[in-house]
């Protein structure tokens, strides 16, 4: 196992219970104890946790992985989510991306998509952008920027070094002067009766906006989101035409989803 899946297991394990000791995670990992400390040490020097005699403690109350660390969870489940989105957008569309793994996947099916000749609008001029994508992503501002048949605007803002979204008032500034035909969203959390949540209050302000601003409003989701609930609430699902997810997903769920509105497409 290399030292980035390590980090990215003991990141994960962290998350799901809050504190980690040396010699539970040398077992979970079939390593050395001492591994495992220089392990911790090297994270707690990135303030991605707070050591403790014989372990580690989550750093701050609200815990929330690094982007960076989030991108191997359920990854396969992801990418087919994005590919099932990028079908769904039509050509010289403008597409709202917020930040997070799932809508980075989806931002590289749109760079695939467009790039071939079958995304084209009949009669469309050359010069035109085959679509346009509005975000607060650095991420994925700074992976469709090097496509040219894409027009990629970004908001200002402050960036957030855990997920590279950009907000607060600039970011504001920016959404309220565009409209979107579809906003793909990635959430923290999908409740029933709350609807979709994120971690921290400022990006789900944004998020909101976002929605606000689009004619459609899609979610993305790998499956182990449903039925979690998250600090900041984003929007009701009255607010949600559509929501992507894998087939993990359980029946019931389903059902509760389409009862408020929301069409479900499972891939």
Known sequence: MSKHERWNTLLELLAASGKLEVEEAATALDVSAATIRRDL?????????????????????SYELPLRYKSTRHAPEKRRIAEAVADLVAPGEVVGLNGGTTTTEVARALALRFASGRAEAPGAASAAPALTVVTNALNIAGELAVRPQIKIVTTGGVARPQTYELVGP??????????????????????????????????????????ERASRVVVVTDSSKMGRRAFARICGLDRIDLLVTDTGITPETVAQLTEAGVKVLTV
């Open 41 to 61: 040490d090297e994270l707690a020097e990135q303030q991605l946790l707070v050591r403790t005699r014989g372990g580690a403690v989550v750093h701050g109350v």
């Open 170 to 211: 600039l970011t504001v500034g920016v959404l309220n002067e565009v409209v979107l035909d579809v906003v793909v969203l990635g959430v923290d959390g999908v409740d029933a009766e709350l609807g979709v949540m994120a971690h921290q209050e400022d990006e789900a302000s944004i998020s909101r906006l976002f929605a």
